[in-house]
């Protein structure tokens, strides 16, 4: 691509060819089109999916009475199962995430036809628990996952 200049004489009738190097313009666009498409994968791979199926309708609480939840703070966890509430406390400073995954394991012996799980916490709760709690729900069998808020509307 060429390109006149003026060449500032005075005269104005002479001019200057000079070439426009468009490969470092090129390389950039080319660089930028790699990284978006690479971020746009990891950004995919950094969801969680803990919603239900898009298009089908929520499920009403009053249809089933039996429900299992797990409310994660900070002093431990509170299973809920059914009208049940069983406290797990923490052991050793942290939360005690294999006497949380055996619970919901003997929890989905008696209910095998029970394939959900509520996972109840505040934000004030480090999201490693929240996925390590969800972690520990998937392993004791519990495949649909719901992560909801302790203090609905705030």
Known sequence: MAVSIDGGRGSGKRSLSAELNLVPYIDLLTCMVAFLLITAVWTQLATLRVGGERGTAPVDATDDPFRVAV??????????????????????????YATLARELAAVKRSHPDHDD????????????????????????GFADLSLLDAVPGS
């Open 71 to 96: 409310v994660v703070h900070e002093d431990g966890f509170n299973l809920i199962v059914g009208n049940d509430q069983k406290p797990l406390p923490p052991k050793a400073g942290d939360l005690d």
């Open 117 to 140: 799980v509520q996972v109840i916490a505040t934000d004030r709760i480090v999201f490693d628990k929240l996925v390590r709690t969800m972690d520990a729900s998937l392993s004791a």
